[in-house]
Nanobody, 130 residues
Framework: QVQLVESGGGLVQAGGSLRLSCAAS????????MGWFRQAPGKEREFVAA?????????YADSVKGRFTISRDNVKLNMAYLQMNSLKPEDTAVYYC??????????????????????WGQGTQVTVSS
């Protein structure tokens, strides 16, 4: 059974930075898609970024492109990160780490679809003050 545990959320002023971590366990991750999603109060869960664990090519939502960076640790093979810079109040949300077997995704566009992911963390709150 796969477990995903996020950490690193908190309160930060606009323009600041945070790094979220996702610790994964319960399977081998060589053929795995790791994604980050977020959900603000009263809004639907939205895609933020995703990466294929073995290859490392990232995909980003337009709203975070150039500000956020998704990565996985080549040494600690069970860790993934979301570096968030130039944070804005509209980035305030609960951030979720998600994962799924690469075979479940027909294309890179599928990486943006939360329904394609089987494994989810409990979420970590990010609050950006103006």
């Amino acid at each position: 059974q796969v477990q995903l545990v996020e950490s690193g959320g908190g309160l930060v002023q606009a323009g600041g930075s945070l790094r979220l971590s996702c610790a994964a366990s319960g399977r081998t991750f060589s053929r795995y898609i790791m994604g980050w999603f977020r959900q603000a109060p009263g809004k639907e869960r939205e895609f933020v970024a995703a990466i294929r664990w073995s290859v490392g090519v990232p995909v980003y939502a337009d709203s975070v492109k150039g500000r956020f960076t998704i990565s996985r640790d080549n040494v600690k093979l069970n860790m993934a990160y979301l570096q968030m810079n130039s944070l804005k109040p509209e980035d305030t949300a609960v951030y979720y780490c998600a994962g799924g077997a690469a075979d479940q995704f027909s294309s890179i566009r599928d990486w943006e679809n939360s329904y394609k992911y089987d494994d989810w963390g409990q979420g970590t709150q990010v609050t950006v003050s103006s």
